[in-house]
């Protein structure tokens, strides 16, 4: 029967992923923006290049090591399957949660809505969120088998506990936050019983496998650069998040936050009857670990950002009280349910646009870009600086396989982080070959000056820069190659 289960849910999320992972399914042409900085990272890595000094961008390691990995064995294809086998692991553990509490129809029911949840905050996949699921769903499993059936954790479920919140600290560390609620709540309760010997040999394990994780790394990286590769990994991963964060205020973004955050509570509130100590403790802890959540995002709060908080809606489907409220329940459910499904109009759109309808611009993209890097020579193709098309520019790089040559792959990095403009605009503006550059977008006018001075251009197409905000609106891009004149 479990074999039957896994198969399945196997299958599940073969066709989920294959299907909404426009990134690295082979459905699509599509590279990805996010996605597409992230394998030029594992691109970094198996150049022999060392994370944060030759090329930088503000994620953790793990990150780009699975980036790295996938490229190696297969390229798309191969982080695709690592895709899978993450997603049918996180399903496995929501499953478990929500056996806890319903079995038969309404088990699958749960289920389903999680995955359609999960839909609306994709994008397109291959993203930092997704990755971490499994990794905070699990130590969240462990705290509800405890709840329900008084089976304490065991140290070494702790101990990987510690794995699980290292792991995730060196992909997004705020995504950790989802789950940190739960286990203060167990710290609290172990204090409650006067239980102190456990409470501080938890404690310990958790650290232990915080620090084998971060061992790991600073070997690494040590081992790679010395001590300076260590400082920058601890900033690239760490200090440069709250760097970001502190200097890219936007009230939409932050509206947007609060909205989910009551959105979230409301949902909370409906779906559990507040007239247990159980159901008390779930409600407590979950809306701690939001809590927590939205506190680490900063003023910025992207769709898929909300992907990581996927395991506490799903806490919320498990507990809900059908047996008692089952009308009243169910209905507020639903309409609670509406404002989020208003965003699965774009990854279904995508669907239907780029699949069924054939209309996929990326593919003409592409080829344009293939044309064009086909008259440049070889030997300058490791020398193409990607000005101001960041993700864009990212993808079609990636799509040839090629590096970009400047550090900062995200461009708005470089404007919004003290320490990295610095350093960019010290540099003189004269090391590559070719530049890689949109005129339709904002340029400095000094590197206007520079570029009409020491470059010419070349090459251009045209792209629809506006798809990944709206299906196909038809406010097209530029693509320009400038080589430096002799």
């Given at each position: ?51 944060y ?27 695709l399957?690592?895709?899978?086998l ?5 399903l ?5 949660i929500?056996m ?27 993203l ?7 990794f905070?769903?699990y ?21 990987v ?13 705020n ?23 456990r409470?501080?040999?938890?404690i310990l ?8 994780v971060?061992?790991l ?11 300076y ?15 970001y964060?502190g ?10 936050n ?62 809900m009280?059908?047996e008692?409220?089952r009308k ?7 309409a ?24 996929e ?6 080829a ?14 490791d020398?193409?600086?990607n ?10 790089m ?22 990295l403009?610095n350093?960019?605009t ?22 206007i ?16 820069a ?7 609106i038809?406010?097209l891009?530029?693509v ?7």
């Amino acid at each position: 029967m479990e074999k039957r289960k896994s198969l399945i849910l196997f299958l599940v999320s073969f066709v989920f992923v294959t299907l909404f992972s426009r990134s690295t399914s082979f459905l699509y042409a599509f590279e990805g923006f996010d996605a597409a900085i992230f394998k030029q990272m594992g691109l970094a890595v198996l150049k022999g290049k060392t994370l944060y000094i030759d090329y930088f961008d503000n994620k953790g390691c793990f990150l780009y090591f699975i980036q790295a990995l996938g490229l190696l064995l297969g390229g798309n294809f191969c982080i695709l399957l690592f895709q899978v086998l993450s997603l049918m692991i996180t399903l496995v553990i929501w499953d478990r949660i929500i056996m806890f509490y319903h079995q038969g129809r309404l088990r699958y029911f749960c289920l389903g809505i999680s995955l359609l949840l999960l839909l609306c905050f994709y994008e397109g996949g291959d993203l930092s969120e997704e990755w971490c699921l499994p990794f905070a769903s699990y130590p969240i499993y462990l705290y509800f088998r405890y709840l329900k059936t008084n089976k304490t954790i065991r140290k070494i479920e702790m101990f990987v506990v510690g794995l699980c919140l290292g792991i995730i600290a060196f992909i997004r560390m705020n995504n950790a936050s989802v789950f940190l609620g739960y286990f203060l709540v167990w710290y609290f309760t172990l204090l409650q019983r006067k239980e102190y010997k456990r409470f501080f040999t938890d404690i310990l394990l958790l650290f232990s496998g915080v620090m084998l994780v971060i061992s790991l790394c600073v070997l690494y990286f040590y081992l790679k650069a010395g001590l300076y590769g260590v400082e920058e990994m601890v900033y690239g991963t760490f200090l440069s998040y709250f760097e970001y964060f502190g200097y890219t205020p936007n009230r939409r973004f932050y509206v947007l936050n609060v909205v989910f955050y009551i959105l979230f509570l409301g949902i909370c509130v409906t779906f559990l009857s507040i007239n247990s100590t159980h159901q008390k403790t779930v409600l407590i802890s979950t809306l701690i670990s939001y809590t927590f959540f939205i506190l680490s995002s900063g003023t910025r709060c992207f769709t898929h950002y909300l992907m990581a908080t996927m395991p506490l809606f799903v806490v919320c489907l498990a507990t809900m009280n059908v047996e008692k409220y089952r009308k009243a329940n169910l209905g507020l459910a639903f309409a609670l349910m509406l404002p989020i499904a208003f965003y699965l109009v774009r990854p279904i759109g995508f669907f239907v646009n780029d699949l069924v309808l054939n209309k996929e611009p990326f593919r003409t993209s592409y080829a344009n870009f293939h044309h064009c890097i086909e008259e440049i020579p070889e030997s300058e193709r490791d020398s193409i600086y990607n000005y101001n098309l960041s993700g864009i520019g990212a993808g079609m790089m990636q799509h040839e396989g090629m590096l970009q040559c400047n550090r900062v792959l995200y461009s708005p990095l470089a404007f919004h982080l003290p320490r990295l403009h610095n350093e960019e605009t010290s540099k003189p503006f004269t090391k590559p070959k070719w530049i890689l550059i949109s005129g339709d977008k904002t340029i400095d006018e000094n590197d206007i000056l520079f570029i009409q001075d020491n470059y010419e251009l070349i090459n251009y197409f045209d792209h629809n820069a506006q798809y990944n905000k709206g299906l196909d609106i038809g406010e097209l891009v530029t693509v320009c190659f400038y080589r430096r004149k002799n």
